[in-house]
């Protein structure tokens, strides 16, 4: 790999730490087999970072393997369509250029680009196991920001309880390197320069419907109460301090 895709630097050393605490990494895109470039690309669909069962009972197996398998190689397909239909060099362009620049490009590309890279971050946000607290300079700064690592989570919460129909929840770190809370619509995010939020988000949370329906129905507020469960606060700190 060339050196011009920090992000994924970042998923190696993160599997890399799945890997040594023994999570099974058995969970890879049904055309992984086929010699595909799925190896390292930002703009292809990564391994699940564990089993469609690993982050029960927060989220059944049934919806991990569905939001994985279908819904998010969907957008990965679309997105490498919309790449072939505007000329946008998969081998050698930045998904965050893109998505820096997406009000040059087609809604395709925005849902999908977004949509893909939206999921790829959520998929590492997670981890098997009961989550602990944020520690270090990422911990000093959620207090600086939010008062206390508890109202921060409170605020996180409303962004996502108050997102009306689909989007996502986002701890962002902004351009002038502060943390802020937000919600984007639809597979928006805050790397495009059409977002109200900007900055670099270091942890997303998925509040489509399609992303809890099956266990929790209508009741996305225990859905996210539950969530915080299963954050992956080593990536999300490995992300601020490299942000
Ligand atoms: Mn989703």
């Not at 620049?101 to 790829?120: A, D, L, Q, V």
């Not at 690592?149 to 996502?168: E, I, L, M, P, V």
């Not at 900007?198 to 489509?208: I, R």
Request: proline share 5%; glycine share 8%.
């Amino acid at each position: 790999m060339s050196n011009h895709n920090p992000g994924r630097r970042r998923f190696i050393k993160t599997t890399g730490t799945g890997v040594a605490a023994g999570i099974a990494l058995t969970v890879l895109p049904s055309w992984a087999e086929a010699g595909s470039n799925y190896a390292g690309n930002p703009f292809s669909q990564q391994p699940l970072p564990y089993d469609y069962k690993g982050l029960e009972p927060v989220i059944d197996a049934m919806t991990m393997e569905i939001h994985y398998s279908k819904h998010a190689a969907t957008y990965a397909k679309n997105l490498s369509d919309a790449c072939t239909a505007e000329k946008v060099d998969i081998n050698s362009a930045k998904l965050e250029d893109v998505l820096h620049n997406i009000s040059k490009y087609s809604p395709k590309m925005r849902n999908n680009g977004g949509g893909h890279y939206n999921h790829e971050l959520f998929w590492q946000c997670m981890k098997p196991g009961t989550a602990t607290k944020p520690e270090g300079k990422l911990a000093a700064a959620i207090d600086l920001s939010f008062g206390s690592f508890d109202a921060f989570k409170t605020q996180f919460t409303d962004a996502g309880k108050n997102r009306f129909g689909s989007g996502w929840a986002w701890l962002v770190l902004n351009g002038d390197k502060k943390l802020i809370v937000g919600s984007t619509a639809n597979q928006d995010n805050p790397l495009m320069d059409i977002s109200d939020l900007k900055g670099t988000p270091l942890l997303g949370l998925d509040v489509w419907e399609h992303a809890y329906y099956l266990k929790y129905q209508n009741k996305r507020p225990d859905y996210i109460a539950n969530w915080w469960n299963v954050v992956n606060w080593e990536f999300v700190q490995k992300r601020f301090e490299q942000g």
